[in-house]
T-cell receptor
Framework: KNQVEQSPQSLIILEGKNCTLQCNYTVSPFSNLRWYKQDTGRGPVSLTIMTFSENTKSNGRYTATLDADTKQSSLHITASQLSDSASYICVVSPNAGNNRKLIWGLGTSLAVNP | SAVISQKPSRDICQRGTSLTIQCQVDSQVTMMFWYRQQPGQSLTLIATANQGSEATYESGFVIDKFPISRPNLTFSTLTVSNMSPEDSSIYLC????????????FGQGTRLTVV
């Protein structure tokens, strides 16, 4: 069964600190892995998209890594800001032709406190 | 990047009534989807909206309850029919191109409360 599991479920950090969120998946075949940020009451916004051949990708203070062999990904947030408080969702796209149904994780809820 | 406008942004409805949610994309996209996000949960795909034909529904979702239209490449509607309190949720429209590795864009969501 295609699944995406994220940890931790929730996380509280102080402003300025770094943190790393984890994602494990059992999706096959695999096309790409995405990290989304979802602010409360808003739709998800894409942070990174990584294909099988990419090991790391950065978007500002966000750096995602991918190990396709172990089927693990991480999202590292550097020098956190209050505005980073949100849910971070790991999403995997199976390689299924024109079928673009995405497999969604449950997300990690991050709270950045002053 | 595509911009998706979704309306209404929120509504409070009486049980037994129906609500139609509209989704407008500012550029032509190949695929459009409707998701539901219940409180504290991640997104669950309701259906893929197909242009000019019936939507493709996921397990647990049926056309009578969630009729969907997609008359062209930039517009779709989702109706939540005969609502009950269990339908209270956020409903999200999403769009992307069929090519690989393209970003999926989302509307801001419709927060529905059924009383």
């Amino acid at each position: 069964k295609n699944q995406v599991e994220q940890s931790p479920q929730s996380l509280i950090i102080l402003e300025g600190k770094n943190c790393t969120l984890q994602c494990n998946y059992t999706v096959s075949p695999f096309s790409n892995l995405r990290w989304y940020k979802q602010d409360t009451g808003r739709g998800p916004v894409s942070l990174t998209i990584m294909t099988f051949s990419e090991n790391t990708k950065s978007n500002g203070r966000y750096t995602a890594t991918l190990d396709a062999d172990t089927k693990q990904s991480s999202l590292h947030i550097t020098a956190s800001q209050l505005s980073d408080s949100a849910s971070y969702i790991c999403v995997v796209s199976p390689n299924a032709g024109n079928n673009r149904k995405l497999i969604w994780g449950l997300g990690t809820s991050l709270a950045v406190n002053p | 990047s595509a911009v998706i406008s979704q309306k209404p942004s929120r509504d409070i409805c009486q049980r037994g009534t129906s609500l139609t949610i509209q989704c407008q994309v500012d550029s032509q996209v190949t695929m459009m989807f409707w998701y539901r996000q219940q409180p504290g949960q991640s997104l669950t795909l309701i259906a893929t909206a197909n242009q000019g034909s019936e939507a493709t529904y996921e397990s647990g979702f049926v056309i009578d309850k969630f009729p969907i239209s997609r008359p062209n490449l930039t517009f779709s509607t989702l109706t939540v029919s005969n609502m009950s309190p269990e339908d209270s949720s956020i409903y999200l429209c999403s769009a992307l191109q069929a090519q690989r590795n393209t970003e999926a864009f989302f509307g801001q969501g419709t927060r529905l409360t059924v009383v």
